[in-house]
């Protein structure tokens, strides 16, 4: 089985455009997390989804930032506008929520550079 | 709040050799779920160990052993016979509900 695919594995953009970071999660998972990395913060939680519907958002920064899961198999996660602070590696990961021991299994990231 | 500690931003080890990476934690969460993640160069996080803290068995895998100290809120892993494919990023993580919180990090160098 494939695992947790994030596109774009590399983007960079101006300050000021629209960003689309995109997550297919492992099938039969019904838990989706979004992570962001920076050196400063290390990982933190953005948000995450149980069977498509947002659980917790209090990791949102601001609301520049907002993230959809239409269908079990599919998550975005768009900053618009982007400025340079939000330059980190977002994580996609996603679970098979039977216990909260259960295993996250994360994808490549997407590093996002804002000019 | 939720707050993992990792205090070694970097630290270095012989290949063959032993070495132990610390995490403290703390967790409102009377059930709780402790984990050690590995991020190599690659960037992808990879499981290396969980712990259950209910569980007074420390947890084992292969090379990969924890030290689980839960009154003092303490788990720390111990990487035996260290080889040159463990140089990583390890994270100490704490459950809060099916999220995880991360600590910062540890930069595992090992050595010819």
């Known amino acids: 089985d494939a695992g947790v695919i994030q596109s774009p594995r590399h983007e960079v953009t101006e300050m000021g455009q629209e960003v689309t970071l995109r997550c297919k999660p492992i099938?039969?998972?019904?838990?989706l997390f979004w992570y962001r990395q920076t050196m400063m913060r290390g990982l933190e939680l953005l948000i995450y989804?149980?069977?498509?519907?947002?659980?917790?958002d209090s990791g949102m920064p601001e609301d520049r930032f907002s993230a959809k899961m239409p269908n079990a198999s599919f998550s975005t996660l768009k900053i618009q506008p982007s400025e340079p602070r939000d330059s980190a590696v977002y994580f996609c990961?996603?679970?098979?929520?039977?216990?909260?021991?259960?295993?996250?299994?994360f994808g490549e990231g997407s590093r996002l550079t804002v000019l | 709040a939720q707050t993992v500690t990792q205090s070694q931003p970097e630290m270095s080890v012989q290949e063959a050799e032993t070495v132990t990476l610390s995490c403290t934690y703390d967790?409102?969460?009377?059930?709780?779920?402790l984990f050690w993640y590995k991020q190599p160069p690659s960037r992808q996080m990879i499981l290396v160990i969980r712990?259950?803290?209910?569980?007074?068995q420390n947890a084992t895998e292969n090379r990969f052993s924890v030290n689980f100290q839960k009154a003092a809120k303490s788990f720390s892993l111990k990487i035996s016979d260290s080889q040159l494919g463990d140089a990583a990023m390890y994270f100490c993580?704490?459950?809060?509900?099916?999220?995880?919180?991360f600590g910062k990090g540890t930069s595992l160098l090992v050595t010819p």
């Open positions: 990961a996603s679970s098979l929520g039977t216990s909260p021991a259960g295993e996250l299994f």
């Open positions: 099938s039969g998972h019904d838990y």
């Open positions: 989804f149980n069977n498509n519907v947002p659980i917790d």
């Open positions: 967790t409102s969460e009377s059930d709780y779920y």
């Open positions: 712990q259950e803290a209910y569980k007074q």
């Open positions: 993580a704490s459950n809060s509900g099916y999220a995880l919180n």
